[in-house]
Structure formats: structure tokens, C-alpha cells
């Protein structure tokens, strides 16, 4: 019984690797438990400015945000009207969509949709 059930959980648990440095589509240095790699190659593949639409079309979907009013540059304190606590919740989905983890300092100066883009291109380019 012990060896069929090892063999049916060998072909059914998948395995995913991370990467220090990714060099000509090779991985070398593997470690971890997959998620830096797929953070990573996700947004390595995307461009700065698809890696802005993200950021734009997420803040676009916070409830309390008029989504005409989003831009790179609007601040979400003073031009969308955002408290403390909407920013807090913004910040999580940020992590969320990224899968990136934004310490309370870094979230402090985060204060527009460019300044989040800058932070996860920065943090994915750590990463590698």
C-alpha cells in the first residue's frame, strides 16, 4: 500500500525552482520555493510600461477610487483622496498582484502609480 501511494504522489507533485540569475535562458543557483522565479519572469518579461498598466488598472478597481482620476503621476493621498488606512489596502493588493512583499517604510513612500511601478521593477531586478 506504502508503494503505491509513493508512486502516485511522485507523479503528481510538481516542482517549481527559483533562480539567483537567470544567464541565456539557463537557471543556475537554484533555491527556495518557486515563487521568486515566477515574480521574477513575470515581470522581467513585461516592459516598464506594461508593468505600469498593471499598476494603473489596479488602483482603477479600488473601490473608493474615481477611475478617471488615476494616472502615473496623481498622488493617491492628495489627488485621490485615499486615507491610511485605503492605502494600506492598496499596498496589500499591490503585494497580491506582484507577489512582492512592500516593508511598511518602502509603503510609506510609495505615493503614486509611478513610484509602485519603480519598487517592483527595482525588486524583481534584486531578485536576479
Known amino acids: 500500500m506504502q508503494s503505491l501511494r509513493n508512486s502516485i504522489l511522485n ?30 519572469s513575470t515581470i522581467l518579461s513585461n516592459s516598464n510600461d506594461q508593468v505600469m498598466d498593471r499598476v494603473i488598472k489596479l488602483v482603477q478597481k479600488f473601490d473608493k477610487i474615481d477611475a478617471a ?31 512582492v512583499e512592500i516593508p511598511d517604510a518602502e509603503a510609506d513612500k510609495l505615493k503614486c502609480c509611478a513610484d509602485v511601478a519603480k519598487y517592483v521593477i527595482s525588486t524583481a531586478d534584486q531578485k536576479i
Open 11 to 40: 507523479h503528481v507533485r510538481v516542482r517549481v525552482f527559483t533562480t539567483k540569475r537567470l544567464i541565456a535562458g539557463e537557471l543556475s543557483a537554484l533555491y527556495g520555493d518557486g515563487q521568486q522565479l515566477r515574480t521574477c
Open 69 to 99: 482620476k488615476v494616472t502615473e503621476k496623481a498622488d493617491f493621498q492628495k489627488d485621490l483622496s485615499l486615507d491610511s488606512l485605503d492605502r494600506v489596502e492598496l499596498v496589500m493588493a499591490f503585494e497580491e498582484e506582484f507577489s
